[in-house]
């Protein structure tokens, strides 16, 4: 909160705005929100309202966002030569889902300079594109910022239209798809892989780096196919393009809702099946430990596995040679059920305060939740009050609904009495 605080003043400073702009506290409240939260919607247009200074502080506080603050607290520490904590040590861990504090500091310092070596490459692919468009020294400054936003699964743009301008461009398509996908994955799951080459097939996946790449490829390859499917002959969207644009514009817009926000198409002009299917792919998200949002890919992975192994007549469920916990499984379903309970009451404020159709409002509560940013042009006509239930579904999403409850309540403990079974019907 406090560092949403931070962000606010520094972007309701006039330093932080361009000529002519009016940018109120409300405004810079929801801006610094969705960037911290690395979200990406916004209810003033960041190409006009911003000045260069207040585009850095967006910047700066996606990548913080992208981090985490504890994370990247303990950078700082370790920089300024400080001790690390237990303590810290412990928060840092929870903030990363790491397993175990052991080896924590290092685990930090390894996450930073991944997290900046795909940014620096991606703003290096993106320089050549961006310089022919603003020169080299503002080219150089839109390259990073794209970088930064894409990998940290922001969605931020330096365009008054996001990235539609681009729709035909592989460069951009391809490199910002690369970034966000990466950043998409989990910290984790980039080691386990960077271990995997290292040592070669002896060396074992996690379940977990398991559960994250088949889930991300399937829903992936999920996505793409249906915007190809749905928009292939929308004249509004694909069907103006060429065949090879509408394949290329069909993957950006089906991986795109992995929380990553960008859009090379208008998605007010996508048909309503793209748009379940999109929301759905919100829901989900990114993987744990990553800079995504939503419920996440392997709390998906372990409800659909567990079903499947239901309707099979398993009593437990196992998963590439593993066993998969019941307490995991429970922990899944609550997460699932916590998140679909907040979202479905935001759906029921906006209603309320706004005077719009009930898909632009449902949609905008899966965007805001799963932090993605795609809207469908709703986002700048909200009221004051729908700005602020936008503002606290993008913070419950950043931070987890299971984080959220479990900071309601007090410390469960065990209990000295146990009850005798009884059945319940299911189903």
Not at 152 to 177: I, K, M, Q
Request: glycine letters at 12%.
């Amino acid at each position: 909160m406090s560092a949403i605080a931070v962000g606010t003043l520094l972007l309701w400073l006039p330093i932080s705005h361009a000529p002519g702009a009016e940018i109120g506290l409300l405004e810079a409240l929801f801006t610094a929100t969705s960037a911290l939260c690395v979200t990406g919607l916004v209810v003033v247009d960041t190409a006009t309202a911003w000045s260069i200074f207040g585009k850095v502080v967006i910047m700066l506080l996606i990548q913080v966002g992208g981090l985490g603050i504890v994370t990247l607290g303990t950078l700082v520490a370790l920089l300024l030569g400080r001790r690390v904590g237990f303590r810290e040590r412990l928060r840092a861990a929870a903030q990363v889902n790491a397993l175990q504090t052991g080896g924590i500091v290092k685990l930090v310092r390894t996450i930073f300079l991944i997290s900046l070596g795909f940014e620096a490459v991606g703003a290096l692919l993106l320089y050549p594109t961006f310089a022919a468009l603003h020169g080299p020294g503002m080219g150089a400054f839109y390259a990073f910022f794209h970088a930064v936003s894409a990998f940290n699964n922001a969605g931020f743009a330096l365009y008054s239209e996001n990235l539609t301008g681009f729709v035909r461009d592989p460069t951009v398509n391809l490199v910002l798809a690369a970034l966000f996908i990466t950043g998409g994955l989990g910290f984790l799951v980039h080691l386990n892989l960077w271990a995997r080459l290292r040592h070669g097939s002896h060396f074992q996946l996690t379940l977990q780096s398991r559960f994250v790449l088949l889930t991300s490829l399937g829903l992936g390859l999920l996505g793409w196919v249906a915007v190809c499917l749905f928009e292939w002959t929308n004249p509004q969207t694909l069907g103006a393009l060429p065949w090879p644009s509408r394949l290329l514009a069909g993957f950006f817009q089906g991986v795109t809702p992995r929380t990553a926000g960008f859009n090379t198409l208008d998605y007010a002009q996508v048909r309503e099946p793209t748009l379940l299917v999109t929301m759905a792919l919100m829901f989900i998200g990114g993987s744990p430990g990553s800079t995504a949002g939503g419920i996440k890919t392997v709390t998906f992975a372990v409800l659909a596995a567990s079903a499947w192994s239901m309707v099979r007549g398993r009593g437990e469920l196992t998963a590439f040679g593993r066993r998969v916990t019941t307490e995991t499984v429970v922990k899944a379903g609550s997460v699932a059920l916590l998140s679909l309970g907040i979202v479905f009451g935001a759906m029921l404020l906006l209603s309320i305060s706004e005077t719009v159709p009930l898909v632009p409002l449902m949609f905008e509560a899966f965007s805001a939740f799963g932090t993605v940013g795609l809207s469908l042009n709703l986002t700048p006509e909200l009221s004051a009050p729908g700005q602020l239930i936008v503002t606290l579904l993008m913070y419950l999403g950043r931070i987890g609904p299971l984080t959220f409850a479990v900071a309601l309540v007090q410390e469960p403990r065990d209990s000295p009495i146990t009850y005798p079974d009884e059945g319940v019907m299911i189903g």
